[in-house]
């Protein structure tokens, strides 16, 4: 499995939890949802496994290794993919200040979580759709053998690294717990 499978596969387990907010929300607009548990565990999920590893690693190993093979930092894809990290972030916050609120929501609370969770799951998925088409295969393109390696290479550290310090078991369980309460009626 090289790096490019192993952001392929981060890819899939956020589209999953992804899946998993639209159901809680469409809970929350239909009124029968009143809990905030399954929230809290989402924003949870997509503040460390999307912002602090997965986004993480894209912007401290993946984007610095194609920088190196002549992409531009400060525009085109790059400049994209950067400036979406951080519109993500402000979203996860809007979403974890909805999460955080003490008292009961209001359907003015109501409205505005699923306005914005609506939006995260919306630019979520474009996003990983653009970076598959535009970041991904430039992997292939401009890396050399030994440059994929490396990069392979500092994936796997970084995971290690999370696997040591009990994080990665963190956010194992928590997608697991919320994909027990969701399960897809599919079944995957
Ligand atoms: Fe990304
Ligand atoms: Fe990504």
Redesign the pocket.
């Known amino acids: 499995m090289d790096a490019i499978d192993l ?1 392929l596969r ?2 899939e387990m ?1 589209r999953r939890m992804v899946d998993v907010l639209e159901q809680y929300i469409a809970r929350v607009d239909s009124g029968v949802e009143q809990g905030r548990h399954e929230l809290v565990l989402l924003v949870t999920f997509f503040r460390e496994y999307v912002d602090l590893s ?2 993480e690693k ?1 912007e401290s190993i993946l984007i610095p290794a194609l920088v190196r093979a002549g992409m531009s930092w400060d525009s085109g894809p790059i400049e994209q ?1 950067r400036k979406e990290h951080n519109l993500e972030r402000y979203l996860t916050q809007a979403l974890r200040h909805a999460s955080l609120q003490a008292k009961t929501w209001s359907v003015h609370d109501r409205k505005h979580l699923v306005d914005v969770a609506r939006s995260f799951l919306e630019f979520l998925r474009n ?2 759709t653009k ?2 088409e535009l ?1 991904f295969p430039a992997m292939r393109e401009r890396l050399s053998a030994e440059a994929l390696e490396d990069l392979t290479r500092r994936l796997r550290r970084f995971e290690e690294a999370r696997e040591a310090s009990g994080d990665a078991e963190i956010t194992r369980r928590l997608a697991e717990e919320l994909l027990e309460r969701f399960a897809p009626e599919s079944g995957t």
């Open positions: 952001l981060e890819h956020i997965h986004h894209e993919v996003h990983m970076e598959e970041l």
